[in-house]
């Protein structure tokens, strides 16, 4: 048998596992409906919680940004809402549409003549302040930083000048911003006057008192308005794969296939390099970078992973130009298992540290690995994700899928970690050793979710419980068995957990689904 | 309009504008404020203006900065510093807003205006702001507060100073490092106007917080704050609380930290009095300038001459010297630029003997460079050693081949540098040195390919001959330049009617005539179009320093045979330039 990771061997101490997570459909953001042809704009290509867990950002192939924010927190629901939480016995998160902007345009580069694409490669929240949500974005090129805020509607009911017109008008309360005062002869002759002003005019010790002051009247009504307040552009001659904020709160890096830059949140005009991995003759080339991460406390500590497997750890503390790690992350190869695609499957596709700063867990195109920031040597964890499609590598590699980026994320308690793969399947791993809990879903909106689940099994699970099955799950070569077919155009490569629940939000082609535990 | 008067009609359109939609137009109105206020009264802008300005802030940064600048200053328009607290409402909102620079804007203005508070109004309005925002829910009221407790402090009764003493050290241990950062960065000050008991207490305790912060950024924030706090402590205290704290910071395991120290080393060394700068702060010193990191080297190195200074020129020779040695072979050349950019000033500092024995050698070295920022930085810095000390004899060995092959380096903006140099060399060298040794470099450049070159050149000429005097420029530029104008090369022959406009001035208006006139007006007859219109700008610029004569017999006629050409360029200038005779004639 081909491995099945660390936790394959010995039998499980059943006694001492906790009971797998009884996944649930929870919603679904824009749903494919049968038959309806996905726009290639509309893929979503980003998925981001912020920090509560009480926002939701996801970026797609159209440049655009779309904000979700959670119903079923005190804060937010209404009173209705309250009591419908009264009726559910255990709460979950649930999130509704709140906004969403054009972050990215396409663009061309005339120098290089290279066409940008606008598909947001990435998203990361930052500090909230004032109520204003702030993120940033990129694609290719250019990052993008975003307040996003809920504004009052204001109204403007009284001016001096305008005073009679709009009594005239009878349409005070209903001139908002776009009052009349805008078709006033104001801007040109409005230096002159002014200078005028302060020669000609003598003013009275008690002022005029026909000068008013406009008066605002203030709606309930609120808008929310994205504004772009920062843009750090022309730092990157390769694509941007990943941004990370540091936990500084003033500053966060930007990787591409090469280097890695460090900005501070408030310049935008400079950025330092602190990793660059280009050879000085491009035919030297062997690793590219895939994939960087900041350490959620430790502020001088990053991460970045590469395209041959490894993950470097660097401390930003020892020196200015970081080419030397203080880690390396790296799994020694197993004698005699290479072949033609051992360096391509290596690449890691993603990394993420674990919320206790301790764990890191990377993404290849076989496996998940969590590593242990102690131990360089090899994973604390291997979980098979695509092991049944070893045979296959070969049709892999000819339609390219071979290529795929593929996300993981960890749950806020770092006990379960999840990933993509083809079908739009994902799947959710628990991480205590011994316990083997994997399971498969598919992104889909069947109200059954458990019949979902069950094509999956039934060919391995006639003789057991739920908990042999979940087992079985991680071992067994995969759905193949009774479907037969693997859809390799439909693959869920981006998914995020929430920061402090069980659970998952993942993008399958243009839909957002999200699923609880 | 009824309503208004005709005169009041701008200041009635300024004060709508304030909620116009453009920005611009309310940016002008509030920048105009002071006017609006004006035109209200004292007691409308109390009650009515400024209510209004602090309801009305979600406006743009631009406007709200511009708001916070203008509220600094209109304590005059609301009747005076006994109703100064009215304005503290907009400005503790605009404390708040997330941009940064309109917050530091309004704490500013905050600060300007407490100072003008009475102390009564200061403990009745200014520190209950300060304790709002202090206890704000979100970061970016905290962050501000921390710039306004020096202004609160000092008219505070015991009870509150106690209270905001402990405000503070919450502050530098709020959850946020941005509040931590700014209560870091306003340590000084608000340590300055706490009292002597205090100080060595609570804000001691504070300081050693901040010092030991998990955050970088933070850290480096607290090696500032050593330096103010120093010169707030006895000597005592400073040797026995900050020196450790220096020299812990002097190894720290950011590079960052060590970073500032190596910029800050000099000022500390102040803070801590002489004997233990020899004792403990040297071997710091020493450290940094061994560091590990190019960049701590740079600061280090960068400061190099201020420390010597500080020191006695035996210890200097001893301790710090044998580093410098070191740097001057660095691996980095930015260490190595950044020593050459200062180590001329040690020459004073050591004396003669000390400066041939130990530091030409360095200089030497340095001059020979392969990176020609460093040669360069010798080079600007030559004044410093010559004359005084050591005398350029000594040197011109070793620089001459420098400077020819900086005056050679196949990088234009290095040729560049070293041609803005020249000047200063000349003065130092003498003349009999240039004229034999540099002369024709200068003479070289205005045939360089590189038109900045030609014309940084042309520039160089001007600066020799205000330095040397008219004299030696008609005999040692003047000849050699005007047999120039007969290049092949059409863009040669401008640098050289360009060198001859720059010159003129110096020379006066004989010379000018004499030699120079007959070769601009010979020009006139070029080939070349591009020279023909440059004749003309040529001769516009110089007919103020000409007598009305030549004007009339030489340079006239010269002109209107151009504005006769068939080049539409040509006979533009040409008009030009005889409207410019023209109106000097008729002024005379």
Same mark, same amino acid.
């Given at each position: ?517 | ?313 035996? +210890?200097?020779? #001893?301790?710090? &010297? @044998?580093?410098?040695? !070191? %740097?001057?072979? $660095?691996?980095?050349?930015? =260490? /190595?630029? *950044? ?54 004899? +000594?040197?011109? #060995?070793?620089? &001459? @081949?420098?400077?020819? !092959? %900086?005056?050679? $380096?196949?990088?234009?903006? =290095? /040729?560049? *540098? ?171």
């Amino acid at each position: 048998m081909k491995g099945n990771g660390a936790e394959g061997a010995g039998p499980p101490a059943e006694s001492s596992c906790p009971p797998p997570l009884e996944w649930k459909f929870s919603q679904v953001f824009g749903e494919r409906i049968a038959g309806e042809e996905v726009q290639e704009v509309d893929i979503i290509s980003a998925i981001e919680f912020d920090k509560s867990g009480d926002h939701l950002a996801t970026g797609d192939r159209g440049g655009r940004v779309v904000l979700f924010e959670r119903t079923d927190v005190k804060n937010y629901g209404s009173r209705k809402d309250m009591e419908k939480q009264d009726h559910s016995i255990s709460r979950h998160p649930e999130f509704r549409y709140k906004t969403e902007f054009q972050s990215h345009e396409p663009e061309f580069d005339y120098l290089k003549s290279l066409e940008i694409e606008e598909k947001i490669n990435k998203i990361k929240w930052c500090q909230t302040a004032n109520h204003a949500l702030f993120l940033l974005s990129t694609n290719d090129k250019t990052i993008k930083y975003w307040k996003v805020e809920e504004k009052k509607v204001k109204k403007i009911s009284e001016m001096n000048v305008d005073a009679l017109q709009a009594v005239g008008n009878g349409s005070i309360s209903s001139s908002s911003m776009t009052s009349p005062i805008g078709y006033l002869p104001n801007g040109g002759c409005s230096e002159r006057p002014y200078g005028h002003l302060s020669y000609d005019l003598s003013f009275p010790p008690g002022g005029f008192p026909s000068l008013r002051l406009p008066v605002v009247v203030t709606s309930q009504e609120t808008s929310l308005i994205a504004r772009c307040r920062r843009i750090y552009s022309h730092a990157h001659d390769y694509h941007i794969n990943s941004i990370s904020n540091n936990s500084d709160g003033e500053t966060f890096i930007s990787a591409d296939d090469l280097r890695i830059n460090l900005w501070n949140l408030e310049i935008s005009n400079q950025s330092f390099n602190i990793v660059d991995v280009k050879p000085a003759n491009m035919e030297d080339l062997t690793e590219v970078i895939t994939s960087a991460e900041f350490h959620p406390t430790h502020c001088n500590m990053l991460a970045y992973s590469s395209s041959k497997g490894s993950i470097r750890l660097i401390d930003l503390r020892q020196s200015a130009l970081c080419d030397n790690h203080s880690k390396m992350f790296e799994e020694r190869e197993a004698p005699g298992s290479r072949s033609f695609f051992t360096e391509i499957i290596a690449s890691i596709s993603d990394i993420k540290f674990a919320r206790d700063g301790r764990h890191i867990l990377s993404r290849d195109y076989m496996t998940l690995k969590l590593w242990d920031i102690n131990m360089e040597s090899s994973p604390v964890a291997i979980f098979q994700v695509h092991e049944y499609l070893r045979p296959k590598l070969c049709d892999l590699y000819e339609n390219d899928s071979i290529f795929d980026k593929f996300d993981c994320c960890l749950s806020g308690d770092g006990m379960h970690v999840a990933t993509g793969s083809y079908s739009n399947l994902f799947r959710v791993f628990g991480c205590i050793p011994g316990c083997n809990e994997a399971t498969t879903l598919e992104a889909s909106k069947n109200p059954l979710r458990r019949q979902v689940q069950i094509p999956s099994r039934p060919a391995r699970s006639l003789n057991s419980l739920t908990r042999g099955v979940v087992r079985q799950g991680a071992e067994s070569p995969g759905i193949d068995m009774n479907g037969n077919s693997y859809d390799f155009t439909t693959k869920l490569l981006h998914l995020a957990w929430h920061p402090s629940e069980n659970s998952v939000a993942c993008a399958a082609m243009n839909s957002l689904y999200m699923y609880y535990a | 309009m009824a309503m208004i008067d005709e005169p009041l009609y701008p200041i009635a359109i300024l004060i709508d504008e304030l909620k116009n939609e453009d920005i611009q137009l309310r940016l002008n109105s509030i920048r105009r404020l002071s006017t609006i206020a004006r035109a209200l009264g004292e007691e409308r802008t109390r009650k009515e203006l400024i209510p209004f300005l602090s309801e009305n802030n979600d406006d743009d940064d631009e406007v709200l900065l511009a708001m916070a600048e203008e509220l600094g200053v209109f304590v005059p328009y609301i009747g005076g510093v006994e109703y100064a607290h009215v304005l503290l409402p907009p400005l503790e909102t605009l404390c708040i807003v997330e941009e940064t620079c309109v917050r530091d804007k309004a704490v500013e203005s905050l600060c300007r205006i407490g100072t003008q508070m009475k102390e009564s109004d200061i403990v009745e309005w200014f520190i209950p702001l300060v304790k709002r925002l202090a206890g704000g829910e979100w970061f970016t009221a905290r962050v501000s507060s921390c710039g306004l407790f020096h202004i609160a402090y000092p008219s505070a009764t015991e009870l509150f100073k106690a209270e905001l003493r402990s405000m503070y050290g919450q502050l530098c241990q709020d959850d946020m490092p941005m509040v931590r950062r700014s209560a870091a960065s306003n340590l000084g000050k608000f340590a300055a106007t706490v009292e002597a008991n205090n100080l060595k207490t609570d804000i001691m305790s504070i300081f050693e917080d901040l010092t030991r912060d998990d955050q970088d950024s933070v850290r480096l924030l607290a090696v500032e704050g050593c330096a103010a706090l120093g010169k707030l402590l006895e000597p005592q205290d400073c040797v026995a609380h900050i020196l450790p704290v220096i020299v812990n910071f002097s190894q720290d395991k950011s590079w960052r930290v060590r970073y500032m120290v190596a910029n800050q080393l000099y000022e500390l060394c102040e803070a801590v009095g002489p004997e233990p700068t020899c004792s403990d702060l040297v071997p710091a010193y020493v450290r940094l300038l061994r560091d590990n990191e190019a960049e701590v080297r740079i600061a280090a190195a960068g400061k190099v001459t201020k420390f010597c200074r500080i020191l006695n020129p035996h +210890l200097a020779i #001893q301790h710090i &010297l @044998p580093c410098v040695k !070191e %740097l001057s072979s $660095d691996s980095s050349q930015h =260490v /190595r630029s *950044a020593l050459a950019s200062v180590i001329m000033g040690m020459a004073p500092v050591l004396g003669k003997d000390a400066t041939i024995e130990e530091l030409l050698p360095i200089f030497l070295s340095l001059l020979k460079d392969e990176f020609p920022d460093v040669r360069l930085n010798i080079i600007s810095k030559l004044d410093q050693v010559n004359q005084q000390v050591i005398g350029i004899d +000594l040197l011109s #060995q070793s620089l &001459l @081949p420098a400077i020819v !092959e %900086l005056a050679e $380096d196949r990088h234009w903006r =290095v /040729r560049l *540098a070293i041609i803005e140099y020249i000047p200063l060399l000349a003065s130092q060298f003498g003349v009999g040195f240039f004229n034999d040794r540099l002369g024709a470099l200068c003479m070289q450049w205005l045939e360089d390919k590189v038109f900045s070159i030609r014309e940084a050149a042309a520039n160089n000429l001007k600066r020799l001959a205000e330095e040397f005097g008219p004299e030696w420029a008609m005999q040692n530029i003047v000849p050699q330049l005007l047999e120039k104008i007969s290049n092949p090369h059409y863009l040669h022959r401008m640098t050289i009617l360009q060198s001859i406009s720059l010159l003129a001035p110096v020379l006066g208006s004989e010379s000018t005539c004499q030699k120079l006139l007959p070769v601009i007006i010979t020009a006139s007859k070029d080939r070349v179009p591009n020279i023909k219109f440059n004749v003309a700008k040529v001769l516009q610029s110089l007919i103020p320093i000409f007598d009305h004569s030549v004007v009339e017999q030489t340079v006239r006629p010269c002109l209107v045979e151009l504005s006769e050409d068939p080049d539409v360029d040509v006979r533009y200038f040409a008009s030009q330039a005889i409207q410019t005779c023209d109106s000097v004639m008729m002024s005379s």
